[in-house]
């Protein structure tokens, strides 16, 4: 299993040991057969478990979708504004400093995304990302270049357009464009060999959308790309180990592949706000994995 520091809950101890609590009475009451205290211990427990993975802070906006719960919350390091859904941190902004467009968290200029644009980014004319977030990868499109978004949630979008919350896609230099609905589906209408870039990033979840890493999605993005184009998949998770799929499936496509996953952020003012993250690069070429 991967724990990716700040990809999880923010845990309360005070309210984890609660829970620990309750559910050593619950198990002590279901052995003496006392349903009714059994009963009420479970339910104060399920309160309480729905509250641990809130993080602090001020809410600035919260709606619920088919999808899940998104938040926007202040907090609670001053002047950083977070995106949660459900209990996973979805993205970073530093409110701050105005016109900035300095991606955080797992799209840091000094992590595996940030190495590969600072390489890659002048090759990238038309780059299409799948998953949108708070729009932080925008910041990486350069005047000239355009970077195409597909989101299946309608609240995400709302959330990364509202300059009152995020202000990445605004702010960005490039040519940004944002379309609504399944990013695999979406897929199948993008020419092909005219992307330098596809970024599959909708993996960072409670859940993890299997459709877009089977081998007929990894065949459509490949063949999306122009010659010595990449596929980037961000798979920063939890639970799973999806580097080991990722390889398999890549190896039974014919297609080249290399991981680059942080194993500790250094704490220094050159890497404040970024988050631990872990990213896998395909291409058909070597010359689309040499960068990262």
Same mark, same amino acid.
């Given at each position: 299993?991967?724990?990716?520091?700040? !990809?999880? =809950?923010?845990?309360?101890?005070?309210?984890?040991?609660?829970? *620990?609590?309750?559910?050593?009475?619950? /198990?002590? +009451?279901?052995?003496? $057969?006392?349903?009714?205290?059994?009963?009420?211990?479970?339910?104060?427990? !399920?309160?309480?478990? +729905?509250?641990?993975?809130?993080?602090?802070?001020?809410?600035?906006? +919260?709606? $619920?979708?088919?999808?899940?719960?998104?938040?926007?919350?202040?907090?609670?390091?001053?002047?950083?504004?977070?995106?949660? %859904?459900?209990?996973?941190? %979805?993205?970073?902004?530093?409110?701050?400093?105005?016109?900035?467009?300095?991606?955080?968290?797992?799209?840091?200029?000094?992590?595996?995304?940030?190495?590969? /644009?600072?390489?890659?980014?002048? $090759?990238?004319?038309? #780059? #299409?990302?799948?998953?949108?977030?708070?729009?932080?990868?925008?910041?990486?499109?350069?005047?000239?270049?355009?970077?195409? /978004?597909?989101?299946?949630?309608?609240?995400?979008?709302?959330?990364?357009?509202?300059?009152?919350?995020?202000?990445?896609?605004?702010?960005?230099?490039?040519?940004?464009?944002?379309?609504?609905? @399944?990013?695999?589906?979406?897929?199948?209408?993008?020419?092909?060999?005219?992307?330098?870039?596809? *970024?599959?990033?909708?993996? !960072?979840?409670?859940?993890? =959308?299997?459709?877009?890493?089977?081998?007929?999605? &990894?065949?459509?993005?490949? !063949?999306?790309?122009?010659?010595?184009?990449?596929?980037?998949? %961000?798979?920063?998770?939890?639970?799973? @180990?999806?580097?080991?799929?990722?390889? +398999? #499936?890549?190896?039974?496509?014919? &297609?080249?592949?290399?991981?680059?996953? @942080?194993?500790?952020?250094? @704490?220094?003012?050159?890497?404040?706000?970024?988050?631990?993250? %872990?990213?896998?690069? *395909?291409?058909?070429?070597?010359?689309?994995?040499?960068?990262?």
């Amino acid at each position: 299993a991967l724990w990716l520091a700040g !990809s999880g =809950p923010t845990l309360d101890l005070k309210k984890s040991a609660v829970v *620990i609590l309750i559910v050593i009475g619950a /198990f002590w +009451a279901f052995f003496k $057969r006392r349903a009714p205290f059994n009963g009420l211990m479970l339910v104060v427990a !399920s309160l309480v478990l +729905a509250d641990v993975g809130r993080l602090p802070g001020n809410v600035l906006f +919260a709606d $619920r979708s088919f999808f899940g719960v998104m938040k926007v919350i202040d907090g609670p390091e001053p002047g950083r504004r977070v995106l949660q %859904h459900g209990t996973t941190l %979805h993205g970073t902004q530093d409110v701050r400093v105005a016109g900035s467009c300095q991606p955080l968290s797992y799209y840091h200029r000094n992590g595996p995304i940030g190495q590969f /644009f600072a390489q890659a980014g002048p $090759r990238l004319r038309t #780059t #299409t990302v799948v998953g949108l977030g708070t729009g932080a990868l925008a910041c990486y499109a350069t005047p000239g270049q355009r970077m195409t /978004f597909f989101e299946i949630d309608p609240i995400v979008e709302q959330i990364a357009r509202d300059p009152r919350l995020f202000t990445y896609l605004q702010n960005s230099p490039g040519e940004i464009e944002i379309t609504v609905g @399944d990013g695999r589906k979406l897929m199948d209408r993008v020419p092909e060999a005219s992307q330098d870039l596809v *970024i599959v990033d909708a993996f !960072s979840s409670d859940s993890v =959308p299997v459709h877009l890493m089977t081998r007929e999605a &990894l065949r459509t993005y490949a !063949s999306r790309l122009r010659p010595g184009g990449t596929i980037a998949f %961000h798979i920063s998770n939890r639970y799973l @180990d999806l580097e080991s799929v990722l390889a +398999a #499936t890549a190896t039974a496509e014919g &297609l080249l592949g290399i991981s680059n996953r @942080d194993a500790a952020v250094p @704490d220094d003012v050159e890497n404040v706000g970024r988050t631990p993250s %872990h990213w896998v690069l *395909i291409s058909r070429e070597q010359s689309g994995l040499a960068v990262m």
